[in-house]
């Protein structure tokens, strides 16, 4: 008998050995972040001005030379997620008009976003 209720402790304690790693943490570029656009000067340098998941933290300006100077063009939302289903919603809870987040940056700026950087659309 007394095996039996030794075992079961060292079960217990080699179930929680095999316990898969937490995830990592979702995270976005620094703020602020002047996303350089030099390949293609027609766009402009990309402001990320912040506070995350917040309605028109993100600006084009004029400036291509990575400085983030000049006008702003166009502001736009970006939102910090895991995936698609988490940023849509995250966006829609900024603005319910929103119908897509999109994670795909142009290859031509610099630095690159990383995979949980969301732009929210119309």
Do not use: H
């Not at 990592?24 to 293609?40: L, Q, R």
């Not at 001005?49 to 970006?78: E, H, K, R, Y």
Request: hydrophobic fraction near 45%; include cysteine; proline fraction near 14%.
């Amino acid at each position: 008998m007394k095996r039996f209720v030794l075992f079961l402790p060292v079960l217990a304690f080699v179930g929680l050995a095999c316990a898969p790693a937490p995830p990592p943490p979702v995270a976005g570029p620094a703020i602020p972040t002047c996303f350089d656009e030099t390949v293609n000067p027609a766009t402009g340098d990309v402001l990320y001005s912040g506070p995350l998941d917040t309605l028109a933290n993100l600006q084009i300006v004029s400036s291509v030379d990575g400085s983030c100077s000049g006008s702003v063009g166009a502001t736009f939302t970006a939102v910090v997620a895991a995936g698609a289903p988490s940023a849509l919603a995250l966006c829609q809870s900024l603005n319910p008009s929103f119908t897509l987040a999109s994670n795909s940056a142009p290859p031509s700026i610099a630095p690159q976003p990383g995979p949980y950087f969301w732009i929210c659309q119309l």
